[in-house]
């Protein structure tokens, strides 16, 4: 593994060395992570939350700590960074078995560095050392000052005469004091993302994690928040929020112990993954990122945003493009007359892109179903006679942009790869294969499959030289996990996500631009680890619009809305303007049959599309509120506000599901200028319907937050957006 450039580029260094005594405070402009040094030259995490005034009372706080062990009692230091054996016998961050077979570690401080990158960014590295063995582990963290978001990663080193063994390797430890800890977590299925679950830690351990290989959300989300005290609301009360910057299997312990006390070490999955380092070989964790909020769920999920935007989420701060997907309207069973049409409606829709999606490769074994054809990545005669040319024309003249689909990770037993490189594929050898969708996954850990995948992804560019969109899709779970090509099977789930990112870093560094999807069978392959190479993620197969409510609010608790994909399709009995204006909450696209709307749903989705153009920069980038709970409340409500406050779009839902009078309060605003004056106009309005909203008053932004609007909502008005406009 390579030590991230990151490293390379800081602009001043500051190194410090041992003493009887060191802090390092990593601080935003709100928060603050505290580290300190014990008499033994242990590093102890002495204090994660507000950030103080003074700088100097930070070395006060450790010795606050009530927990004072006695003879007869768990010793248990506040570690930053727990090590396996000696005198730790709680879950470590990091095991490890040393070239003589000794599994204990002890590591203590050795120096520090701090180096300012920017005005918003300083990392600050920690090395720490075993002074028995030649083995070095550094913390990093990178703290963004304006996001109040902290990043931590760890470098594992050694110098032994043999290889160590690694059977555990954290990212990074939090150990948090309160008198109760409530955790919200999120599990998942197909069709079933992002099912939020909130509870109080029992004593022990209790950990998410997933052992899946490749779709690693599917069953549990690597994202979550713990409440301190109490439990947060929207507005209220002590919240971290985190998630794991890591494709593949993960685990996130989070153990209670001695009343008071939580620890969380997140990083990647220890399951069948011991790793093997050979001397000077450094091994280099995922990044776990975490935020901090005095101002309860919200104001950590705003964090989150705004880190993504500014400095994960590929061109966050860019633009997104509209499109009509063929999947729903055509499924496998299309030819160029048929896309022609496609491409007209596109235009006709007045979205920006159309996207064929699967069923155009495959010759010896067409792909007219999901049961052949994928790995063959060339259009098939009998659909696409003339290839990509025609179409890219067609799409041309029309003044549509041209996108496509394509799965480039999985193959299918009935396709001229699996005939010619059966030794490419994931499978235990002398084991019947399993089929997830008819298909198996490639083994990315081999160098010659990375760059089959990479000249297939880049070869698009050659036949479509002017596509603007790739649809990226995983459907299989990795089940049988065996690699022909390594010889230290123990390595296989690390390699795997490696050489996932490899392939992107080759196509990114020839690609940088391109607007790409992230699509697993669902939102289950949603993480920060990915983002870095796309512009957006499908956050579930399930578009009913009534679902997607509750799905799309859950993941706007960690992911921004430009990062979404939502689309309006034929699922589910609700209006067309319903199921659109669920979709204008993140990056609007339709998969519908443009041809078969009556009049009057093809002028709303036009006139939708317009609408949608003049709101989509504050609802991409504005700050996102979540105003009325659809769990609790009978009316879902989420705004997006502009920075400057002057502007802002506010989505709201009839979300009751037994008969309920259309007699509601008011619903409160948040984010709003209270000295500023403001004007509220219901838009997206259907054809021929009249708003009941009244435009004429002014409110303040004061009464708006204090004490609310009234959108109007009924089980006949079931869908309202409103603009709020400063005067």
């Not at 713990?226 to 919240?239: D, K, R, Y």
């Not at 006709?348 to 049961?371: E, H, I, M, T």
Request: hydrophobic share 35%.
């Amino acid at each position: 593994m390579k030590l991230i450039s990151l490293l390379t580029i800081c602009l001043v260094t500051i190194t410090f060395a041992t003493t009887a005594q060191t802090t390092i405070n990593i601080t935003t402009s709100h928060t603050a992570l505290s580290l300190q040094t014990d008499a033994d030259s242990s590093l102890l995490l002495a204090y994660f939350g507000p950030k103080l005034g003074s700088n100097a009372e930070y070395a006060y706080i450790h010795g606050l700590d009530k927990f004072k062990p006695g003879n007869d009692d768990l010793l248990n230091k506040h570690e930053a960074y727990t090590a396996a054996g000696s005198l730790h016998l709680l879950e470590p961050a990091l095991a490890l078995t040393h070239s003589n077979g000794d599994k204990s570690t002890a590591l203590h401080y050795v120096s520090h560095t701090v180096n300012r990158i920017d005005d918003n960014q300083t990392l600050t590295a920690i090395r720490l050392e075993d002074p028995v063995y030649h083995l070095q582990v550094t913390l990093y963290y990178q703290s963004y000052s304006r996001e109040d978001v902290i990043e931590a990663w760890t470098v594992i080193q050694h110098h032994e005469k043999g290889n160590v063994v690694l059977n555990k390797y954290a990212s990074a430890n939090l150990t948090l004091g309160a008198q109760a800890f409530y955790l919200k977590s999120h599990h998942s299925g197909w069709g079933r993302e992002m099912n939020a679950y909130e509870a109080a830690l029992p004593p022990g351990i209790l950990t998410l994690d997933s052992k899946l290989g490749a779709r690693a959300n599917l069953l549990q989300s690597s994202s979550f928040m713990v409440s301190l005290n109490h439990p947060a609301t929207e507005e209220t009360g002590e919240v971290i929020a985190g998630t794991l910057a890591w494709s593949g299997n993960f685990r996130i312990d989070f153990e209670t112990f001695d009343e008071n006390y939580l620890r969380i070490t997140a990083g990647i999955n220890n399951y069948a993954s011991n790793y093997t380092l050979a001397p000077g070989q450094a091994f280099v964790t995922p990044k776990f990122i975490f935020t901090y909020s005095a101002q309860g769920k919200g104001a950590a999920s705003r964090h989150l945003q705004q880190w993504a935007r500014n400095y994960q989420l590929l061109n966050g701060q860019g633009e997104r493009s509209t499109l009509l997907n063929n999947w729903e309207t055509t499924y496998f069973d299309f030819d160029e007359a048929k896309l022609n049409a496609l491409l007209h409606d596109t235009k006709k829709l007045g979205v920006d892109v159309f996207l064929l999606d699967d069923g155009w490769f495959g010759n010896k074994y067409p792909r007219n179903n999901d049961k052949g054809g994928l790995g063959d990545w060339q259009p098939n005669k009998q659909k696409l006679k003339n290839g990509f040319t025609a179409l890219s024309k067609e799409a041309s003249a029309t003044d549509v942009k041209f996108g496509i689909w394509i799965e480039p990770e999985m193959v299918n037993p009935r396709s001229e790869l699996y005939e010619k490189h059966p030794d490419w594929v994931i499978r235990e050898p002398g084991r019947k294969e399993y089929y997830m969708r008819n298909q198996l996954v490639l083994d990315l850990a081999n160098p010659a499959v990375q760059d089959f995948i990479y000249r297939t992804v880049d070869g698009l560019f050659n036949d479509i030289p002017a596509l603007a969109f790739i649809k990226w899709d995983c459907n299989s779970l990795i089940y049988n996990a065996h690699s022909p090509y390594l010889k230290n099977q123990d390595h296989f789930y690390i390699e795997y996500v490696q050489g996932f990112y490899h392939i992107l870093e080759k196509i990114r560094a020839r690609h940088p631009q391109v607007p790409m999807m992230l699509c697993a069978g669902g939102g289950s392959r949603v993480d920060y680890g990915a983002l870095k190479y796309f512009t957006e993620c499908w956050p579930s197969d399930n578009t009913n619009a009534f679902d997607r409510i509750f799905i799309q609010w859950e993941y706007s608790y960690y992911f921004p809305s430009i990062a979404l994909d939502n689309h309006v399709t034929d699922m589910g009995k609700q209006p067309i303007k319903f199921k659109t204006d669920v979709a204008m909450m993140g990056k609007l696209g339709f998969d519908i049959r443009v041809n078969e709307l009556t009049p009057q749903d093809l002028q709303f989705c036009q006139q939708a599309v317009q609408t949608y153009n003049s709101i989509k920069d504050i609802v991409w980038h504005g700050e996102q509120y979540r105003l009325q709970d659809p769990y609790k409340e009978k009316t879902a409500s989420m705004a997006y506000v502009s920075s400057d406050k002057t502007q802002a779009i506010v989505f709201n839902y009839f979300v009751a599901t037994t008969f309920s009078t259309t007699i509601g309060l008011p619903i409160k605003m948040q984010g709003l200028d209270p000295a500023k004056q403001y004007r509220i106009e219901e838009i997206n309005l259907y054809p021929g319907t009249i708003s009941p909203i009244n435009n004429a008053p002014t409110y303040s932004g004061d009464f708006l937050m204090k004490v609310g609007f009234n959108p109007e909502v009924s089980a006949r008005r079931s869908s309202v957006v409103l603009r709020i406009s400063a005067m």
